[in-house]
């Protein structure tokens, strides 16, 4: 079964720095997610992308968040400047054109902002 | 805005006892999609099931099945014979944004099945 595919599964950075996050969606998906979930709580959503392009955005994120598709492949979260409240865990999602079908998560990355 | 409501932080029962998790939601779409997914230690999130809104017939997969009431908008999943394995937690998700804006979540219910 397809799956979509993130990398590290666990990163640690220093406070200040940027970081990268990278997924592959499933290949025949056109809409991409990114997802945060801090440790005990709720899943929030971040971003959606589509057509090349940020479809919709949540008040999470600011600047210090921008999303990329640089190739046909790979969609990436780069957090500028990491702050501790950034330490969590990070999905992307990808899904159909056809809205029916749902959503398939990738296996997340923990972020840790020491 | 739209809202998911979970109101059971955390429930416990014996394997192969029946269990439902209850979900209220709040959208003012009227075309929309509910999830059930289950998160396990692993912290994946895997889909359970799903339930179109224009459809009155509620939604079956396997041991898992979900009671709609589009009327009061409440959206319960019900596991049958539940396994050790179905210990995670699960989180109710509202999509009615067509997508643009994603999933809306509630806060999760840990369910935990004792052996």
């Known amino acids: 079964e397809p799956e979509v595919t993130q990398t590290p599964s666990h990163q640690v950075t220093q406070m200040g720095q940027e970081v990268i996050l990278r997924c592959v969606p499933i290949s025949n998906h056109l809409y991409f997610y990114w997802y945060r979930q801090i440790l005990g709580q709720k899943v929030e959503f971040l971003v959606s992308?589509?057509?090349?392009?940020?479809?919709?955005k949540s008040e999470i994120f600011d600047d210090q968040f921008s999303v990329e598709r640089p190739d046909g492949s790979n969609f990436t979260l780069k957090i500028r400047s990491t702050k501790l409240e950034d330490s969590a865990m990070y999905f992307c999602a990808s899904r159909e054109e056809e809205w029916e079908f749902g959503y398939t998560f990738g296996s997340g990355t923990r972020l840790t902002v020491v | 805005a739209q809202t998911v409501t979970q109101s059971q932080p955390e429930m416990s029962v014996q394997e192969a006892e029946t269990v439902t998790l209850s979900c209220t939601y709040d959208?003012?779409?009227?075309?929309?999609?509910l999830f059930w997914y289950k998160q396990p230690p692993s912290r994946q999130m895997i889909l359970v099931i799903r339930?179109?809104?224009?459809?009155?017939q509620n939604a079956t997969e396997n041991r898992f099945s979900v009671n709609f009431q589009k009327a009061a908008k409440s959206f319960s999943l019900k596991i049958s014979d539940s396994q050790l394995g179905d210990t995670a937690m699960y989180f109710c998700?509202?999509?009615?944004?067509?997508?643009?804006?994603?999933?809306?979540f509630g806060k999760g219910t840990h369910l935990i099945i004792q052996p």
């Open positions: 339930q179109e809104a224009y459809k009155q």
């Open positions: 998700a509202l999509d009615s944004g067509g997508g643009a804006d994603g999933l809306t």
């Open positions: 992308f589509y057509n090349n392009e940020i479809s919709e």
């Open positions: 959208t003012s779409e009227s075309n929309y999609y």
